[in-house]
């Protein structure tokens, strides 16, 4: 699994992160745990939710975009965050990912809450391959 590090001095009212991955399927998976991470305890999380998302976009950097975009708006709705995932991206223009999701929903006195997520920015977003593998910079409205 890929990591991340969350930035103390890029924005006041977000929060930005770095992400390091090995291949893209795993920087999306980082960037769906780092997002979890941010929103809730994940070990307070009852996994027993199962979703499968597909998701398509012109450029592989707006695919990352559309995906935390996803995951955010499925906890505003639904009330699900997910713990863990599967995470498969091909193509080439457009792009597709698929994505296997376990979860649960945010219960209250179960739940231990964080930052409630608002948006994915594009301020300072970046994705890009390097010599070691790929790497992004995401920046949440929180």
Known sequence: ???????????????A?????????????????????????????????????????AELDLLL??????????????????????VRVGGAAPYHLRAELRGGAIESGRTALRADLKAVTLHQFTLEQSEHGWCARVVIDI
């Open 65 to 86: 975009y559309d995906w935390l975009s996803e995951l955010i708006f499925l906890k505003d709705r639904d009330r699900h965050v997910f713990t863990s995932c599967r």
């Open 17 to 57: 992160l770095d992400l390091e991955a090995l291949d893209v399927d795993d920087l999306f998976e980082t960037a769906a745990l780092a997002l979890v991470d941010l929103m809730v305890d994940p070990s307070t999380v009852a996994a027993g939710v199962e979703r499968v998302v597909t998701l398509e976009a």
């Open 1 to 15: 699994m890929g990591r991340w590090r969350i930035l103390e001095d890029v924005a006041v009212a977000d929060c």
